[in-house]
């Protein structure tokens, strides 16, 4: 079993819509949560990084964290276009360990 | 503002073939990561160095190494290659151990025929 699971793609949602990505992980240990943006062929992009469970907000952008269900999401209110990639959730024991990646959701935002 | 640069962007090699991947971090970051990501699938952590002393070591084979330098740049090496070692393989740095301030290069990407 991987230590975080992703929901598959690929998502095509019409634009203006609320996009929900989430993720599930295995070991209660992990503290740290992430969500990247991996556009094609360029590196990923720190959107968002939590600890704690409870929600945080960044514009567009709500993370939630669940620790007593193992549960992470990602909300995007009001898509657009340029939201379009891959989106992967992230874990790790501490702020200073090593960065454990789900397998990524695909995101295509239609005009 | 200056970022992870990564050289080449891309490489072909044959099986059994070595090379060579090099990752330049932000200034004044000290602590590099290196990361493959084979086609459709999450990126994976290889191995990482903090002031030029490995800290840490994920799914990295044996026939690969890497090591950092003492301007901090980081070089990765890839022996005996396999075709399964195409991927792209992303550096990225952060000053100190902060997965916080964690930045990503565009990554190497490389294709072993």
């Known amino acids: 079993q991987k230590e975080v699971e992703q929901d598959p793609g690929p998502l095509s949602v019409p634009e203006g819509a609320i996009v929900s990505l989430n993720c599930t992980y295995s070991?209660?240990?992990?503290?740290?949560f992430m969500w990247y943006r991996q556009y094609s062929r360029k590196g990923p992009e720190l959107l968002m990084y939590t600890y704690s469970s409870g929600n945080k907000e960044d514009g567009r952008f709500t993370a939630q964290v669940d620790k007593s269900s193992k549960y992470i999401s990602l909300f995007i209110r009001d898509s657009q276009p340029s939201d379009s990639a891959t989106y992967l959730c992230?874990?790790?024991?501490?702020?200073?360990?090593?960065?454990?990646f789900g397998s990524g959701t695909r995101l295509s935002i239609r005009p | 503002a200056a970022g992870v640069i990564q050289s080449p962007r891309h490489l072909i090699k044959e099986k059994r073939e070595t090379a060579t991947l090099k990752c330049y971090p932000i200034?004044?970051?000290?602590?590099v990561y290196w990361y493959q990501q084979g086609p459709g699938q999450d990126p994976q952590f290889l191995i990482s160095?903090?002031?030029?002393?490995?800290?840490d070591k994920g799914s990295i084979p044996d026939r690969f190494s890497a090591q950092q330098f003492s301007d901090y740049h980081s070089e990765l090496n890839m022996s005996s290659l396999e075709l399964g070692d195409s991927a792209l393989y992303f550096c990225?740095?952060?000053?100190?151990?902060?997965?916080?301030?964690?930045?990503f290069g565009s990554g190497t990407q490389l294709s072993v025929l």
């Open positions: 992230a874990i790790s024991y501490s702020s200073a360990s090593k960065i454990i």
């Open positions: 200034p004044r970051h000290d602590t």
């Open positions: 990225a740095s952060s000053l100190g151990h902060n997965n916080e301030k964690l930045f």
């Open positions: 160095f903090y002031e030029k002393m490995q800290s």
């Open positions: 070991n209660s240990a992990f503290q740290y």
